[in-house]
Structure formats: structure tokens, C-alpha cells
């Protein structure tokens, strides 16, 4: 079955400790996102790929970081600056065309709580 | 800049009624919009999308939306609400560059939690 996954499901972090989340796709997709939800606050964008080797800062980027070195992999890194990272991260693939945005497909997301 | 707008952030439906989840949006280009559906602790999955071809548009589960350019709305609705439905669902508006770049970037709404009562 084609899909995104995202591991782990349940993630907890002491203070000061860096965490990796990964995302994995087997859509053939070139373009990759990372999200963050907080609740009544809707998804916001940390980092997005549109293509191996390349990635741009999102909206809230600070305190993470990405790499992008294989088609299917994206994998998130939230680092000890990052000052509030309890929430739910979700990531998401898409085609990369040209001209108007079409349909993000998502990973079952990762909760993860600093303790 | 783009922008989407969920007029309400709870809704409470009883089951068999109709769903009407509200959304108005702001955009500066032609946008491609969507709603997307979250059951708890769960991804999204898309409902419906709207890129400039029919105005009302037919998605999953008996859900529909109409886009109205004069109103500046895209409001998701269904005829018959079903237990199955109580989820959280969000509208989505594409961030458009006309610069020849395409970042695929989608801009959401905060969401609309829907209760659905027996």
C-alpha cells in the first residue's frame, strides 16, 4: 500500500534533549512537509522540501531542523532551542507541478511531550 | 496574502440533521481551496478540493462544498449528519506564487470541532 508513515507514534523527551522524528513515503512524491498542531491553533508549517538536497524555512522554524537526502525521507529534528515543542507533528507529501497547489497527503502524525 | 477563516469553532449537530461548517477566505489570486477532515490523534484526510473548475464541489462520505467568489466563501456541507462524522475539520486555502515557483504551500484554518449527538 502507498502511504506516509511517521514513527514513533508516542514521543517523550526530556529537557535538553534533541528528538528525531521520521517520515518515510513510498508515493513517488517530490515535495515533503513538516507540520506542527497545537490545538485551536490549526497546522503550522516548520519546513518544507520540494526536491532531494533542498529545503526552505516554514513559518515556524526556529528550534528545528531537516534534512532531505533521499526522495522518500524527511526527517525532523527538534533541537533544545526549540523553547515549547510539546504538540502533535504531522508530515505530508505531494507532487511538485507548476501553478496551482493540489492535495498534501499525511503521515498518522507523532505526539510528542517534553517532560 | 492568503487567509482562511473558520467562522465557528464548535459546531453541535444531532445525528440525521443536516452539517454546515463555515469558511470565508482571502486571496488575491484565483485560489485552490480544500477541507480536510482529522479524527483524534489521527492525520488529515482531504474532503473535497475546489481549483477553479464546478463551484459546487462533491467530496467523501456525502460531503459537498460551494465556492462563491462574491461571498468569499467555501462552506462544507452535508444533508444527513452521521456518528461517524464527529471529527475535527479544517479549511484550506493554497498559498499561490505567481513567480513561476510552485511551493505547494497550504495555508490553514484554526478548525471546526464537530459534535455529533445520538
Known amino acids: 500500500d502507498g502511504g506516509i508513515t511517521q514513527s514513533p507514534k508516542y514521543l517523550f523527551r526530556k529537557e535538553g534533549q534533541n528528538v528525531t522524528l521520521s517520515c518515510e513515503q513510498n508515493?513517488?512524491?517530490?515535495?515533503m512537509y513538516w507540520y506542527r498542531q497545537d490545538p485551536g491553533q490549526g497546522l503550522r508549517l516548520i519546513y518544507y522540501?520540494?526536491?532531494?538536497?533542498?529545503?526552505q524555512k516554514g513559518d515556524i522554524a526556529e528550534g528545528y531542523s531537516v534534512s532531505r537526502e533521499k526522495k522518500e525521507s524527511f526527517p525532523l529534528t527538534v533541537t533544545s532551542a526549540q523553547k515549547n515543542p510539546t504538540a502533535f507533528y504531522l508530515c505530508?507529501?505531494?507532487?511538485?507541478?507548476?501553478?496551482?497547489?493540489?492535495?498534501?497527503?499525511f503521515g498518522p502524525g507523532t505526539r510528542l511531550t517534553v517532560l | 496574502a492568503q487567509s482562511v477563516t473558520q467562522l465557528d469553532s464548535h459546531v453541535s449537530v444531532s445525528e440525521g440533521t443536516p452539517v454546515l461548517l463555515r469558511c470565508n477566505y482571502s486571496?488575491?489570486?484565483?485560489?485552490?481551496l480544500f477541507w480536510y477532515v482529522q479524527h483524534p490523534n489521527k492525520g488529515l484526510q482531504l474532503l473535497l478540493k475546489?481549483?477553479?473548475?464546478?463551484?459546487l464541489v462533491k467530496g467523501i462520505n456525502g460531503f459537498e462544498a460551494e465556492f462563491k467568489k462574491s461571498e468569499t466563501s467555501f462552506h462544507l456541507t452535508k444533508p444527513s449528519a452521521h456518528m461517524s462524522d464527529a471529527a475535527e475539520y479544517f479549511c484550506?486555502?493554497?498559498?499561490?506564487?505567481?513567480?513561476?515557483?510552485?511551493?505547494?504551500?497550504?495555508?490553514f484554518g484554526t478548525g471546526t470541532l464537530l459534535a455529533v449527538q445520538p
Open positions: 475546489y481549483t477553479s473548475a464546478a463551484t
Open positions: 505530508a507529501s505531494s507532487t511538485r507541478g507548476s501553478g496551482r497547489a493540489g492535495e498534501q497527503f
Open positions: 522540501s520540494q526536491i532531494v538536497n533542498d529545503f
Open positions: 508515493l513517488n512524491h517530490d515535495a
Open positions: 486571496s488575491s489570486y484565483s485560489p485552490s
Open positions: 484550506v486555502v493554497s498559498d499561490e506564487k505567481w513567480d513561476g515557483g510552485a511551493t505547494n504551500k497550504l495555508i
